[in-house]
């Protein structure tokens, strides 16, 4: 889902640096820091979160027309299942700074069933970083409709019922 390039120009070189914003610490997500999906907020198909402070910052960007970087701590749903956290910057650079996350949900809570890079397989049995590092760059990573991933082959319809169906909002 997003992978948007930064690039610091040499400090030596006498050119201005581009710049993103600061935004601070790191997290290391568990399992109780995955609850109900909708209990985040819906942002288009999906659903943001950002456990470090800044989710105006990450509404931001999620409801940019042109994209932008997602602040550290933001955490990404279209499925409850699914999940894509925001990292700090150099965490994982293949990534674009995500961590994927495959996850058991029950009425009693979460499980992380699977984490990490590019080797996380969601339930299809395919590379949740394969999909998502479709997405053309200004987009960070994340795999709206038209954002160069391919299709989920699910209408909106589906995506809302599976979205509504997470146990642990009951």
Not at 12 to 18: H, I, N, Q, V
Not at 43 to 49: D, E, I, P, S
Not at 68 to 78: A, D, I, K, R
Not at 83 to 90: D, I, P, Q, S, T
Request: proline content about 4%; some cysteine.
């Amino acid at each position: 889902m997003l992978a948007l390039a930064l690039f610091a120009c040499d400090k030596d070189s006498g050119a201005e640096a581009d710049t993103a914003p600061v935004y601070g610490d790191d997290l290391e997500m568990q399992a109780e820091d995955f609850t109900c999906i909708t209990d985040m907020e819906k942002v288009g198909r999906y659903y943001v979160r950002n456990l470090l402070g800044q989710q105006e910052a990450a509404v931001a960007v999620a409801s940019s027309a042109d994209g932008g970087v997602f602040p550290p701590g933001t955490v990404v749903q279209l499925i409850s299942f699914e999940a894509m956290v925001k990292r700090a910057e150099g965490w994982n650079p293949e990534t674009n700074d995500w961590e994927f996350f495959y996850l058991g949900i029950s009425g009693e809570g979460t499980t992380i069933d699977a984490r990490g890079g590019a080797e996380v397989v969601n339930s299809l049995g395919g590379s949740c970083y394969d999909c998502h590092a479709l997405a053309e760059p200004q987009w960070d990573f994340i795999c709206g409709v038209d954002h160069g991933c391919a299709p989920l082959g699910l209408d909106d319809a589906t995506v809302e019922a599976l979205q509504e169906a997470d146990p642990r909002c009951d």
